[in-house]
């Protein structure tokens, strides 16, 4: 048979890429389709490659100044335009092979990583997790000088018993409840204590965490730009999490371990002599050994299974989020499939740590239960040698039982320090993704420094009016300015010239994917010029210009959090302005949806995607726009769910309160609503063309 064409071959192999297929299955399954050799492996391979580096043109790649359009269509581009995209595809090659070759195991960058978040979790020596430490560090010091206490009663019972002394035995016995009940106390509130420290490091980390994803707009580039983090959202919550919670837990016994140690030595020593210290040192440098051989191939799986949690669950929440359209489909056998993959990929991880894990899992067992015989071989070596011929039979049971919780206890220190083993390994693979997760958003601050995103705070429930006799300025001020996918370089805009002035509203209008939202993103400042010059002269607040985006966004709250959004009700101010939201309500027709939920600011539960209907979330985008009463509103698509004779109605509105309007439609009846129509043809070029007058 004869091969594929490419334009038809072209899109096959986007699908089979975006199905995560290697290059042989992809070649196999297109030939299977075609029933014939219609295509070779090599072909295969070398464009998975491409679209591997990020480049989903399917075009031709650029030869001596010029490029293919999306199409394939041949249009000029300038020389340096291509040296731009070459640089940013090399750029976004290196940042690729950069991320495989991390490495996620419990060396030298982990310890770096884990300084870097206690100094997080420890602000100053006056915080107050500083102060819950210390409290904690005392509360595991008492306990265990109470556990020493404990650990004699047995040799006092023995004594006693032994010698057959009454008034001695109630003493001892009254002693040792005494002592129990205090060692009861102690570790409960020692557990509280690091319950409490795990919560305050939490909010402490969570908040730094906060601070920089939503620094600017840092959580929009983090999810637009290629980079190594995965699942910001579970690094956040679940991570952060599991990382107080275990750190908490173990923190204090190791900051204890060295000094019980020393001290159990030094009284195994001064009872069995050199041999005693000496075997128990021994054991443990064999079991460290040992079991840091065994963890640091765990950590990578512990890093890579919670990579593949964080896309099962998101997995299940797309499912969620879009079950309507997923029943309108009625790809639920599809959806089964992939959900599945995800799974197997996850089980597959997971047992492939299980694996790993057992042998670690044994190596502990091991010393642990090896510690216990151990402790008996060394008492033998003074009992035998006949150190303590000269005591009674009480007096050397007695001895045996305080000398055997000496050295059982120092093996048990050691054996405490090698059962942290498995809690170590989570905490290292938790602290890799935490910190990756810090040092992506500080790269990606530095790789995009903040610019007019927007002002810091703004004044509540004051919307500013308009005036009639403002002059037609220039809002914008456009000159031959070039907007590119910022990941791929891909060119969609040329050298665009435009004023964007008061009073003049613009439409916006030209293909699906053409640039129409690329350009208000470059208007936003949420993706950079890629040349040109852009000048505004108002502040992107609410007050000024709103941008009301083609996916509306609504809170958690209200309804009237939902109308006075990006602003934030405080309960003052706002009874002013309730006529005026009843009144825009009741012209988009939303004024049964206040009677249904009971009043503006009562508080609702639900999730407002799941309550409004697509043309309901539209209507109230517009109620938002004539609440803030902006001296600019950019909207993109917003009309596309409204009726046409809604639309005007809406449109109407927004010319009585001066609202200037850039509007991205496809609708021909939004020309009569607009004075300039800036029409893009999708392979760069532009056209900008003046309408009749408003009426």
């Not at 306990?143 to 019972?157: A, D, K, N, Q, W």
Request: aromatic residues 12%.
């Amino acid at each position: 048979m004869a091969p594929i064409e490419e334009a038809t071959l072209r899109p096959i192999l986007y699908y089979e890429f975006l199905q995560g297929h290697s290059a042989r299955a992809a070649a196999d399954n297109i030939c299977a389709a075609f029933k014939g050799n219609v295509v070779h492996y090599s072909t295969v391979s070398r464009w998975l490659k491409r679209l591997e580096s990020g480049d989903t043109t399917f075009g031709d790649r650029p030869r001596s100044g010029r490029a293919k359009g999306k199409m394939g269509v041949i249009s000029e581009v300038p020389a340096e335009e291509c040296e731009k995209e070459g640089r940013g595809k090399r750029k976004e090659e290196r940042w690729r092979m950069k991320s495989e070759q991390k490495d996620y195991g419990f060396n030298l960058e982990f310890l770096k990583r884990f300084l870097n978040i206690l100094r997080i979790l420890f602000p100053g020596f006056c915080s107050i997790t500083f102060a819950l430490f210390l409290a904690l560090l005392f509360l595991s010091f008492l306990e265990e000088y109470v556990i020493y206490h404990v650990g004699l009663i047995p040799s006092r019972f023995y004594k006693v018993l032994g010698e057959k002394n009454i008034g001695e035995f109630k003493s001892v016995a009254f002693t040792s409840v005494g002592i129990v009940t205090a060692q009861a106390f102690i570790k409960s509130t020692k557990t509280y204590m690091s319950n409490v420290l795990s919560i305050s490091w939490r909010q402490l980390l969570c908040r730094a965490l906060h601070a920089l994803y939503f620094s600017g707009i840092n959580f929009y580039r983090l999810n637009l730009e290629p980079g190594t983090t995965d699942n910001p959202d579970q690094r956040m919550t679940q991570d952060v999490e599991r990382l107080c919670s275990v750190t908490g837990e173990i923190f204090a016994k190791v900051i204890i371990a060295p000094f019980v140690i020393a001290y159990y030595s030094y009284r195994a020593y001064t009872n069995a002599g050199w041999v005693g210290p000496t075997g128990v040192f021994f054991l443990f440098l064999v079991s460290t050994i040992v079991n840091k051989l065994l963890m640091s191939p765990i950590v990578k799986k512990v890093f890579e299974q919670e990579k593949r949690e964080g896309d099962f669950r998101f997995k299940h929440m797309q499912i969620r989020v879009n079950s309507e359209s997923l029943a309108f489909h009625g790809s639920s056998i599809l959806e089964a499939r992939k959900t599945n993959e995800k799974l197997d990929v996850l089980l597959k991880i997971q047992q492939q740590k299980f694996n790993r894990q057992y042998f670690l899992d044994l190596a502990v067992s091991f010393f642990d239960y090896i510690g216990s015989i151990a402790s008996y071989l060394i008492l033998s070596v003074p009992i035998f040698a006949g150190n303590y011929d000269h005591l009674n039979s009480a007096g050397l049971a007695a001895l045996i039982s305080e000398n055997a919780f000496v050295c059982i206890y120092l093996i048990f220190s050691f054996s405490s320090l090698v059962d942290l083993s498995p809690k170590v390994v989570d905490i290292a693979g938790m602290t890799h993704r935490v910190a990756e997760l810090v040092e992506e958003l500080n790269s990606v601050r530095d790789r995009n420094p903040s610019s007019w995103i927007g002002e810091d705070c703004w004044s509540l429930l004051h919307p500013s009016s308009s005036s009639s006799s403002d002059p037609p300025i220039p809002i914008y001020d456009i000159g031959k300015l070039s907007v590119a996918v910022p990941s791929r370089s891909q060119v969609l805009i040329k050298e665009l010239d435009l004023q964007i002035k008061l009073k003049s509203n613009i439409l916006i209008m030209g293909p699906s994917s053409c640039g129409k939202t690329s350009l208000l993103r470059t208007l936003r400042g949420l993706w950079p010029r890629y040349s040109g010059s852009l000048k505004c002269q108002l502040p992107v607040t609410p007050r000024h210009i709103l941008f009301m985006p083609q996916r509306p966004f609504f809170t958690d709250g209200s309804l009237l959090d939902q109308v006075i959004y990006p602003l934030q009700d405080r309960g003052n101010g706002v009874q002013w302005y309730d006529e005026s939201l009843i009144e825009s309500l009741q012209l988009v027709d939303l004024l049964p949806l206040v009677d249904r939920i009971g009043g503006l600011r009562t508080p609702v539960s639900w999730n407002w995607y799941e309550v409004l209907t697509p043309g309901e979330m539209q209507r109230l985008c517009f109620v938002r726009l004539f609440y803030h009463r902006p001296r600019l509103g950019l909207l993109d698509e917003v009309t596309s769910a409204i009726s046409e004779d809604l639309e005007a109605v809406l449109f109407r509105r927004c010319q009585d309160l001066g609202i200037t309007l850039v509007t991205v439609g496809h609708r021909r009846s939004l020309r009569a609503h607009h004075d300039l129509v800036l029409a893009l043809d999708g392979h760069g070029g532009w056209t900008l063309q003046s309408l009749p007058s408003l009426g």
